[in-house]
């Protein structure tokens, strides 16, 4: 029996093996070269699943001629005499690459890739070939192109439009498809929406789900990219950054990017729907630029900055999540009563750390930068002929049949016709004064509408020119919004009112800043008759800047407000007449008059000390 110092050697030696062995066995398993040695091809060798290897391109010079030599890099398992036997070729280095010809002269290496043809591809009948694809390195930009067979059989263009196959696994392990490798091509003019649909079906019929990448570029839809109808769906929609990814609309009215499709997400993109061009027409943007639809249940939005549309963001789906989610510059539908930055119907949803604010594009102070000293216009008029402007002052004027705000660029007297309609950001003259297009008229930076039930909005930003920069409606008189919760929300420098809740019920207001409007009469939380459910109102700290802090209809009932600080002009609190069941505590009043009006017969409001100092 060996002894303790026997055994000891003997897993040394086994250690020792092994670690020798391991080297070995991690090529054998190895599909691709670590490194790419120039003026080399890569591949298995002999007749058995050996460990693919390097060899040099002059070695097989001589037999380039032949029909051998070009089984040699296609199949089968035999090679002819003298000539390196491939099982499967990986990958090749190739100097320089000419039409017709597969090697060139490897000194000399052209400014850009070539177009080639590779001799004898079509001769893949033998069972043996296990050639699927070819990687090319690019001996100019020292990249590698992945070029797939169906693309070996004809002369192609080694471009950037075909750097990958689409059918490569990316480190997560789940399947991967870059839209280049599909023909995209990524410069603002081309339309890419057959890319992405080539995308979408390849990962739909391979694995039911996947990752479509969508790298630095600008990819033009014509007709709108979707994801509908899929399998399974969990499509992840992938960019490498706001800056570097962008869809647009390239100057289509259409649904940029369209999601009807249950688990899945769009993370790092850009997206520009119509509205967005110099040459879009204003009077006729009727399609938002990111719609999640009805079927979207769980669909997930992070990091997107989203601009132009009827609205930027739509969302309609139940259950999806949205966090760190610009969106802003939209048109609304033309009709007066939708138009918002973030506009939700029929939904249930979680929005968290996001923006929809609508910056106003001068930076005169009386209304442009400063939210917590407003300026109170007693209303904005109408643009006249022959009008003096000055500069930051705010008009309403028709485009097209639509009602929207401008704001004067320079002082100056205006001249004989309205301002031609240009979108956002694009000056437009009247003869005598700039313009820019400020917003519609009315509108929301955030509307929740019929049907929306057990809609969460938390730590969001929604500061701006806008009708209110919160409203709660129901355009389509079915069923209100219901269940609402709005937490720690920045809302400020709008028109009229902060949170207009024209109609719901069960909306809690909760947390956060109110940092003043614009109109003389407007109001932090504004509640009019036509809202006939409950609503609570707690822990708001309504900045001086308004003529009101809450204001409400005649007839309300069954609202509570507390723990809320109030610096007003006028009313801490207006209650409408024959409100009832008002019940508020520990709320402060500072400025103005405290309380206009009661609680009603059964409400609960004790002034003073008692219970709300100052109110």
Known sequence: MAGPDQIRGMRKIILALLAALLPAIAVAQSNFPATMPANTVYGRLGIGAGPGQPVPVTSLLSAASSSAANRV?????????????????????????????????????????????????????????????????????????????????????????????????????????????????????????????????????????????????????????????????????????VRGSVLTACGHNVNVLYVNQQFGRTDNIAVYGYGMLPTDSVATVSQPAVRLGAAASYWEL?????????????????????????????????????????????????????????????????????VTNPTFPASFGSWTTGTAYTVGQVVIASCGGRSFYIQAAKSGTAGASTPPCKPYLNKMTDGGVDWWLVAPNPFYLVQIDSGAN??????????????????????????????????SMTPGGCVGQGYYLNAGSNIKIEGGDFQGCLLSGCAGVFIPNTFSGRAHVDGINFHNGMSYGVLTGAGNTNLTFTHNFVQASTNGFNFGAGVDYITGIGNNCAGGTGRSGGPGANGYFPSGSSGNPGC
């Open 302 to 370: 992070h990091h997107l900055l989203i601009q132009g549309g009827s609205f930027p963001l739509q969302v309609e789906c139940n259950g999806c999540r949205i966090d760190e989610v610009t969106a802003q510059y939209g048109y609304g539908d033309g009709g007066g009563s939708r138009a918002a930055n973030f506009y939700t119907i029929n939904s249930g949803h979680y929005t968290f750390h996001s923006s929809f604010d609508q910056v106003l594009p001068c930076t005169n102070p009386g209304l442009c930068t400063s």
């Open 454 to 487: 057990e809609v969460v909005i938390d730590s969001t930003d929604i500061t701006g020119f806008a009708t209110a920069c919160l409203a709660v409606t129901n355009t389509f008189g079915v069923t209100a919004p219901q269940n609402i919760w709005l937490h």
């Open 73 to 241: 890099f296609a199949g089968p398992t035999s090679g002819g005499t003298g000539a390196a036997s491939f099982r499967s070729l990986v990958a090749a280095d190739f100097p320089q690459m000419s039409n017709g010809t597969l090697w060139g002269n490897p000194t000399s290496v052209p400014a850009t890739p070539q177009a080639f043809n590779i001799p004898g591809l079509t001769n893949l009948s033998s069972p043996s070939s296990t050639l699927d694809y070819m990687l090319i390195h690019d001996h100019t930009t020292g990249t590698l192109k992945n070029i797939s067979i169906s693309q070996l059989t004809g002369s192609v263009s080694l471009t950037s439009t075909n750097t990958w196959t689409g059918d490569n696994y990316f480190g997560s392990g789940r399947p991967w498809c870059d839209i280049r490798a599909m023909g995209a091509v990524g410069d603002g003019v081309t339309d890419d929406t057959a890319a992405w649909n080539a995308c979408i079906s390849k990962l739909n019929s391979t694995a039911g789900s996947g990752i479509l990448f969508v790298p630095p570029g600008a990819y033009c839809t014509f007709t709108g990219f979707t994801i509908n109808g899929l399998s399974t769906g969990d499509i992840w929609i992938l960019g490498s950054g």
